[in-house]
């Protein structure tokens, strides 16, 4: 933090004050908004993040330390039994993941930065926003978020990604282009402003903001934390500037629990529509209730986090009862579907690299009409995966097991033939080391990552208090079975012995998973539409209230059928410059930046 705000965490903690704003969430959303109103009022603007922060190193590898990477809600009252990074949601029809931590989904997502189509924004979405309104907004995100596409290898073998090549292959025989897709993944601070070529990998320098990261090391785990900060998370570029320079107050651990609005003598009065400001309550790990005031609140905990809050203090606590009806309408799951292709007879390594680095269009680029749109892009895996597949295999097949075990016998007799007739033995293993680990299951497997343009027609709700989904999944049927058929294609192509769809897919289960829950807080131009104003001087702002403000995947009235994380910080991009009056840049007010 800059020596001017050195003091202010203390005085915070000591002496409650009434702050500018206070950010529920630090995704994409979050994270931009946070960066955004600290540099209009310096120190003056708290975020709250339920989850932990995420230094070099810190992300779990062992089993031991997966079994606690999970979040899971707690009791009022009671501490947290488990405050990890991954929150995984089953409900009807529909299953989702999203992350808990400070940079929200960035912590895990696959890093793709991609800007709707501009059919997308048709007319379910408010007449504000369109493609063309977006573009300086998607522009100055990408730049910050240092988005570009992987390397060439040129003849660097440590660059060479198997994979991309075998879906470029796919592409051009299904009649389809594979084009590279831009990344928030550090190659170096030079790369990313396109001033000289990748750093080598693994070294380290400082990033624009200040921040050091790691020039990419292609480990693959890009899905499940990146332990050298090679990717370009929230926490080292907007919530890095946020805090450092701006003075940003950030509170981990700290789930919120209520909004309500004050009274004109500054007290918690339901009846109020935020003129005086608010109180926002949270608790801790420990389960300690805690409060803060502020003059303006934004809600950006994600889809799922951003509903459920807004849905209790609707319907359960009663502090917000002027929330629109439309509260909760709209969701999609972004069509996503993943499938698998395994024992192809092409290389695929899909443990290498980062976790994806191309698409191949289905008519999401370019809709063809009365078709599914959609687009596949390649993925990876952690090697350490690769290895647990690979434990479990003779348990799945028998004949793995002899075929491994047949082998294994053939060195050695071989071996012994050889030391008796000629007397060579050179005593080494690795012959014996080769044969027994090569022609793996893994490396002739692939990952496959559809999403596309669904229904959006899912409604989030409370049930007990908690939130759930009704997800009328027939509607977006169509979708589904273009993309499964596209996955046997695939097969077919690969040469492999099996195809299976994500595994909740299979009856009588039949459920989706989305790791892009998106929409319940619809944008629109009057809350018979939807829950937030996209009207100028109002942008982002919850109907029925002043200063309150949403800034998250909640917001988009469809599905982009596009990874939605570029639209989601063009958006809250958008919505911050009408709150500050400023006009948003890439040096997010760090000099030389
Ligand atoms: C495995 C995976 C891969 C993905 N890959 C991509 C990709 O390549 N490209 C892409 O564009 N998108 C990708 N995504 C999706 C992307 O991560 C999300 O769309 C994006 O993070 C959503 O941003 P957001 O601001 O809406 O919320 P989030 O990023 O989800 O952030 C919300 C934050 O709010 C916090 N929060 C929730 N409730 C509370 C509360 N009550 N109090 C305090 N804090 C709270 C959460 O802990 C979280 O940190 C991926 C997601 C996953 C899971
Ligand atoms: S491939 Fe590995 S080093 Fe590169 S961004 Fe992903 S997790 Fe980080």
Redesign the pocket.
Known sequence: MSTMFAGLQGEFMTQKRFLEAII????????VMCCRLAMRWPGEVLL????KRYPKGSFARSPHDFAANF?APAEDGQARKLNGLF?IRNYRRMDS??????????L???????PAPAWVFGPRWPAQISATTLAPYYRVAQSVLAARPVPPAEGDARRTIQRTSLYADFARADGRTSRAAD?AVFFGKGYASRQSGPLPLGEQERNRYGATQTSCTYCGEC?VGCNVHAKNTLDLNYLFAAEKQHGALVETG????RITPLSEAGEPDSTADGRYGYRVD?RDDAGTPLHALARRVVV???????N??LLRCRDTLGTLPRLSQRLGHGFSGNGDFLSFVSGGTRAADPTYGP??TQFIDYGLQQPTPGQPSFMLEDAAYPAFAAWYVEGLRPAAGLSYLFNRIARTFKVFKQRWVDQLFSGKWSGSMSAYAHTALQGDLSYRSSVLLFMGQDAADGTLHLHRGRLALDWPQSSSRPLYDAIVACGKRFQQFAGASTYFPQPTWAWPVRNNIT????GGCALAEEPAHGVVSSLPGARGQVFGYQRLYV????LLPTGVG?????T?AAL?EWIAEDITGMTPDDTLGVPHA
């Not at 790791?515 to 998106?518: A, D, I, Y």
């Not at 596009?562 to 570029?566: D, E, G, L, R």
């Open positions: 529920v969430g630090s995704g994409f959303g979050g994270a709250l993040e339920r989850g979040w929150d993941v999203v992350s808990a931590g400070l940079g929200g989904g960035s895990i997502y696959a890093n793709v930065f991609m990344i899905d700290s789930e919120v629990t949270y950006a905990a994600g889809t799922l986090g951003t459920e809050l976790v994806i790791v892009h829950p998106l800034a998250d995947g909640s596009a990874n939605p994380s570029a989601i809250a």
